[in-house]
């Protein structure tokens, strides 16, 4: 007697979340019929079919030149603000009277501000490399998802011509 402990298909079927509206992975129990106390679990994940990893490769190629395009944006704006505190900074202390290390302090003090943003504007910089690194790494990982999606499929004979 099969005891069903999810919703999900027969045993011979292909286990596959694709109607889950949570798209998350879960665990599901099957206990064979007829087999005694023996239980199996396996972790159920998204299956995506060839064509749903060209379409997210797609998603992420545009989503990567999206962030790509902002970072020279950000890379442009960083360079002008920290260009704006160096000039700043110098302007400072030229115009300063004293000893040598109180001009830099005073020129520092008067260009903190400035400082203050050419430093946020860097620190935007380098997170948008990490995020296109992310991006990156999520490609690859969908290439070599895609490959073994067409292994498994070739393993079963599908689109081959008899």
Do not use: W
Request: charged residues 30%.
């Amino acid at each position: 007697m099969r005891q069903d402990f999810s919703p999900e298909p027969p045993d011979h079927a292909p286990l596959s979340v694709r109607d889950d509206p949570e798209q998350r992975p879960r665990t599901v129990r099957c206990m064979p019929a007829e087999s005694g106390c023996v239980l199996t679990t396996a972790r159920v994940y998204n299956l995506l079919t060839p064509n749903e990893v060209v379409m997210q490769l797609t998603e992420l190629g545009k989503e990567l030149d999206a962030v790509v395009s902002t970072l020279r944006d950000a890379e442009i704006d960083a360079i002008q603000k920290r260009h704006r505190a160096d000039i700043a900074e110098s302007r400072a202390f030229v115009e300063a009277s004293g000893p040598v290390e109180q001009r830099k302090h005073l020129a520092r003090l008067s260009a903190d501000k400035l400082e203050e943003q050419a430093l946020v504007a860097e620190a935007v910089i380098r997170y948008l490399r990490a995020k296109v690194r992310a991006i990156d790494t999520r490609i690859e990982i969908g290439r070599s998802y895609g490959a073994a999606v067409r292994a498994e499929l070739k393993t079963l004979g599908y689109g081959e011509s008899a």
